[in-house]
C-alpha cells in the first residue's frame, strides 16, 4: 500500500539510493525538502545540476575540482617534489585536515582488486607514472589497509623503485585511545613494525 503520492514516492526512492541514506533519512530528507522555501530548493537543483556538469578531474593529481588544476597543484608553497598516493578525495581532505602535510596528492580513484575485476589499468596509475618524469623525490603510498589499498601499494611500490625515487608507505597501527586487548593481531603487528624512538 502507498502511503504517499507518487511524486513524494518518487523523491524518498531516489534519495533513498543514494550512499548512507536508509528509508527513514531519506523520508526525513524528502518532507525537509518539501518544507523549505522554493528558491533554496531551486538553489540546491541548480547546485546539484552544476557541481555534475562542472567538477572534473584535476589535469595534475586527478582529484574532483572546477577548474583545471585544483588549488592544492596551483599552490606554488607546495612542496611539488613529494607526491602522496590515495585512493579517493576523501582521503585526500582527510590528510589535509591534519594541516601537517606540505606535498601534493595523486587520487587513484580505486584500488587493485583482481577479485571484483579491478586491475592497474581501471585507476590512475598511468597518470602518476606520467608525473614521475618530473622532478620527483618521494612518492609516499597512502592507500587503505584493506587487501585491496595493501595490493596497489604493492604494485606501486614495484613500479617505483626502479626508478630510484625514494617510496614510502604511511605507518599503521593502533589506533589512538584503542586498547590492545581488543585489537587484531595484523594491526598490532603493522604497530610494532612501524615503531619510532622516542
Not at 58 to 63: A, D, E, G, L, S
Not at 122 to 151: F, P
Amino acid at each position: 500500500m502507498d502511503y504517499y503520492s507518487k511524486q513524494i514516492s518518487e523523491l524518498i526512492e531516489e534519495l533513498s539510493s543514494l550512499p548512507g541514506i536508509g528509508s527513514k533519512t531519506a523520508q526525513r530528507l524528502a518532507f525537509h525538502i518539501l518544507n523549505m522555501p522554493a528558491d533554496r530548493v531551486e538553489h540546491l537543483a541548480d547546485t546539484l545540476v552544476n557541481a555534475r556538469h562542472n567538477v572534473r578531474y584535476c589535469k595534475t593529481c586527478c582529484t574532483l575540482t572546477d577548474a583545471q588544476e585544483c588549488p592544492i597543484c596551483r599552490n606554488p608553497a607546495r612542496d611539488h617534489q613529494t607526491i602522496m598516493v590515495v585512493e579517493n578525495t576523501r582521503d585526500l581532505a582527510a590528510y589535509e585536515k591534519t594541516g601537517k602535510y606540505e606535498g601534493v596528492y595523486h587520487v587513484l580513484h580505486g584500488a587493485i582488486s583482481p577479485m571484483l575485476g579491478i586491475g592497474p589499468s581501471d585507476i590512475r596509475l598511468k597518470e602518476l607514472i606520467q608525473r614521475l618524469e618530473g622532478d620527483v623525490k618521494e612518492v609516499i603510498i597512502a592507500t587503505n589497509s584493506s587487501l585491496e589499498g595493501e595490493t596497489t601499494a604493492m604494485y606501486i611500490s614495484k613500479l617505483i623503485k626502479p626508478t630510484g625515487i625514494r617510496v614510502s608507505r604511511i605507518a599503521s597501527g593502533v589506533p589512538v585511545g584503542g586498547d590492545l586487548e581488543y585489537i587484531d593481531e595484523v594491526t598490532l603487528l603493522r604497530a610494532l613494525e612501524g615503531r619510532v624512538d622516542l
